[in-house]
Antibody, heavy 120, light 106 residues
């Protein structure tokens, strides 16, 4: 059974960097069959695609987040990570890590999500 | 960016009703359209991928159709556990985008 689990601080101060890690179990991140994604959801609002990383380290992030996003992967730990810099209150959201299959790029497994609040 | 719209934004229905939700893309996305169900406090769950393929373990009362710019999600006979918010999601072009959601309640 594939499981994803987000971890990281639940509170970040404005202008600082949000850092989250997703630990994957039940499936090797090093499999070339999947992309590993971050999606966020402001409280009470819809879903926003943040970006994805492939096991090779290639990434793509949402241009709406400009150059604030940095993603990395550690296949030895079966983890991938997200850093979002210069955060503001608008970055307050539930952050989900997820797996997307190649081809259709549908997201077949999601983490439970972690709420990150940006506040001083 | 490809913009996704959904209609209606919310609907009220009863157990046993047939429910149809529409999703429209601002440009052709072929069949790169997925549907998710989200219940309060939970992560979304994949229902339909590639416009009409049922994800493993999803009840057959859920079906999807469409291609190009217009898509539908149909629940043939609404069950109590189906009351939730439904999102469409295009995976044709980056940045992948989601529709605003359709809330189905009693």
């Amino acid at each position: 059974q594939v499981q994803l689990q987000e971890s990281g601080p639940g509170l970040v101060k404005p202008s600082q960097t949000l850092s989250l890690t997703c630990t994957v179990s039940g499936a090797p991140i090093g499999s070339g069959d999947y992309y590993w994604k971050w999606i966020r959801q402001p409280p009470g609002k819809g879903l926003e695609w943040v970006g994805y990383i492939y096991y090779s380290g290639s990434t793509y992030s949402n241009p709406s987040l400009k150059s604030r996003v940095d993603m990395s992967v550690d296949t030895s730990k079966n983890q991938f990570s997200l850093k979002l810099s210069s955060v503001t209150a608008a970055d307050t959201a539930i952050y989900y890590c997820a797996r997307a299959r190649q081809g259709a790029m549908s997201i077949d497994y999601w983490g439970q999500g972690t709420l990150v609040t940006v506040s001083s | 960016d490809i913009q996704m719209t959904q209609s209606p934004s919310s609907l009220s229905a009863s157990v046993g009703d047939r429910v149809t939700i529409t999703c429209r893309a601002s440009q052709s996305i072929s069949s790169y359209l997925n549907w998710y169900q989200q219940k309060p406090g939970k992560a979304p769950k994949l229902l339909i991928y590639a416009a009409s393929s049922l994800h493993s373990g999803v009840p057959s009362r859920f079906s999807g159709s469409g291609s190009g710019t217009d898509f539908t999600l149909t629940i043939s006979s609404l069950q109590p556990e189906d009351f939730a918010t439904y999102y469409c999601h295009q995976s044709y072009n980056t940045p992948f985008t989601f529709g605003p959601g359709t809330k189905v309640d009693i």
